[in-house]
């Protein structure tokens, strides 16, 4: 698959994305965390110039950090635009969502506002899409809860493709907009948090007084907050909650005094939070809630010490970050899965089946010696064999060779069967009746393949009218069989629009084997359909 196609650039959005987002937790400071906004949209974004805006407390904004262009980072840093004049800004132009674009058709009444610019020159634009060096693109940033008070503006020019963003790139930017007023309101916590327990050891009365500052950051905190019980036989037993964390778990805070978070996080995850450190530890884990659901979080731990005594309890932030999972989770699906049928495309069944597949060309003369050898780190990995696409030291480490059966005889081996599909007819449904009914002719397609294989088959669509199947523990019979039953599947009329139409298929069966790659194992498969279609008759050909 070219590397420009759609499926690739959604995968490379995402990959940046989560790079830029990872980066904010990062930093240290308020100020870092800030540069770290600004530098994240020019190193992963595709921006040349980016700014970071931040509302002051007497609501107008100042320009707190910029990257992109060192003249520009110290004509205007520092420099404050009144909030009436950011208001407008974010009233005008067109609503790209939460972001704000303002053409320069509309930007030139803007020139002689108070909002600290830096003019950029450059050609009138050629196409319609292309950027004009006045085109202003504003990313609001605001604090999370029912408030949603604005807690500053991201302003970005000069995209290095030279065209305005796409829905693509829209979205890329909303969702790091989001994510950096987190990371913005995260580090203003921490920071007054650090300051509460610096005093906090310094002397008796100034504990007192910080006491309460803590309290009302602690009770106050728009994302939840917790303290635990640190070290003894109440190990990560779980003190005091604050009343964002029992809203966000749906449980009182006298329930969860009961629990620790070991008690609360899904199984899948307890190997995650035992490998988080306690000091400056963070993770990404999964929390009960009250109704059996589970709710994906950001856990930030900080240890509260005694100049004294030592370590005395764990202040744990945890932050719900369930939207940003279901959209890294959303991008991650729509990158490897066909739009229309839902399968998984071209690339992910080669991903699945190059899983399968190693370098060593004699997995087939492996006896079981040999094959337990090779899965205990004993055996192959000194003689320079490595899986497809790996480099491990060990290579074979529990990896189950695929034999291809010998196809002249059935003697009851079993592999990993690839069966190639194409449809017949398909085209003139097409030419006949357009592209609305040949596409719910390729969604029940799907859909009757799907339900004729077993759980932990795949079924893929490689594009067109072409699909695959892999399905794994086959006898050379078994594949045929199957192959049988998928095409009575198909032939039956499809209806469409009160419309009944047929299509038949055509199906080559190929095997997977250690040593060939996954583009050979599916030209191979081809090659067999090919023969097996032109074996047949026209009239056993006719559908539609």
């Not at 950027?131 to 202003?136: A, S």
Request: aromatic share 6%.
């Amino acid at each position: 698959m070219d590397a420009e196609s759609e499926p690739y650039v959604r995968l490379a959005t995402m990959r940046k994305l989560h790079q830029a987002v990872a980066d904010l937790n990062t930093a240290r400071s308020l100020a870092d965390t800030l540069q770290t906004v600004a530098d994240g949209i020019v190193a992963n974004l595709g921006y040349e110039l980016a700014c970071v805006n931040i509302v002051r407390p007497d609501g107008d904004l100042v320009v707190a950090a910029l990257a992109g262009n060192h003249a520009a980072e110290a004509l205007i840093t520092g420099r404050v635009g009144s909030r009436d004049s950011w208001e407008r800004r974010l009233a005008m132009g067109e609503a790209w969502n939460e972001l704000r674009f303002i053409p320069h058709t509309e930007g030139w009444v803007l020139l002689d506002d108070d909002v600290p610019q830096w003019y950029t020159e450059g050609p009138e634009p050629r196409f319609e899409d292309e950027w004009h060096p006045q085109d202003r693109l504003y990313a609001p940033m605001y604090a999370s809860g029912c408030d949603a008070d604005l807690l500053g503006v991201i302003s970005v020019d000069r995209p290095r493709n030279g065209r305005r963003p796409g829905a693509w790139g829209r979205e890329a930017l909303q969702m790091y907009a989001s994510q950096s007023a987190i990371a913005i309101s995260n580090a203003s916590l921490r920071a007054n948090m650090q300051r509460a327990l610096v005093r906090l050891e310094r002397e008796q009365q100034a504990l007192r007084a910080s006491e309460e500052s803590f309290r009302q950051a602690f009770e106050y905190a728009p994302s939840g907050m917790a303290i635990a019980e640190l070290g003894g036989d109440q190990q990560g037993r779980l003190l005091r909650t604050n009343d964002a964390l029992c809203r966000l778990l749906g449980r009182p805070a006298s329930v969860l005094r009961r629990y620790s978070f070991a008690d609360l996080v899904h199984p899948e995850d307890i190997g995650t939070l035992l490998r988080t450190s306690a000091e400056g530890g963070r993770a990404e884990l999964r929390l009960g809630r009250r109704d059996g659901s589970y709710l994906w979080v950001s856990l930030r731990n900080s240890v509260v010490a005694d100049a004294a005594d030592g370590p005395r309890f764990l202040l744990t932030h945890v932050e719900d970050i369930e939207e940003r999972k279901r959209h890294e989770l959303n991008l991650a699906h729509r990158a490897s899965h066909d739009a229309l049928t839902g399968l998984p495309n071209s690339a992910e069944l080669r991903t699945r089946l190059g899983a399968r597949l190693c370098a060593r060309p004699d997995a087939a003369a492996t006896t079981d010696v040999e094959a337990l050898d090779a899965a205990y780190g004993d055996g192959d990995e000194l003689r320079g064999y490595a899986p497809v696409g790996g480099s491990g030291a060990h290579p074979f480490d529990h990896h189950v060779h695929a034999v291809a059966p010998d196809t002249a005889r059935d003697d009851g081996a079993k592999g990993l069967a690839v069966l190639f599909c194409d449809l017949d007819g398909f085209k003139s449904i097409n030419d006949r009746f357009g592209h609305h009914t040949g596409d719910a002719v390729l969604i029940e397609v799907a859909r009757r393949l799907t339900t004729c294989v077993r759980d932990g088959d795949t079924v893929a669509r490689l594009g067109g009218d072409e699909f695959v199947v892999l399905a794994d523990g086959l006898g050379a019979a078994d594949a045929a069989d199957l192959a049988v039953r998928l095409r009575n599947a198909i032939i039956p009329p499809i209806r469409v629009d009160g419309r009944a139409v047929r299509v038949g298929a055509s199906f080559g069966i190929g095997w997977a084997a250690c040593g060939m790659t996954a583009e050979e194992v599916l030209r191979s498969a081809d090659q067999r359909m090919y023969i097996e279609k032109r074996s047949r008759s026209k009239v056993h050909r006719r559908a539609g």
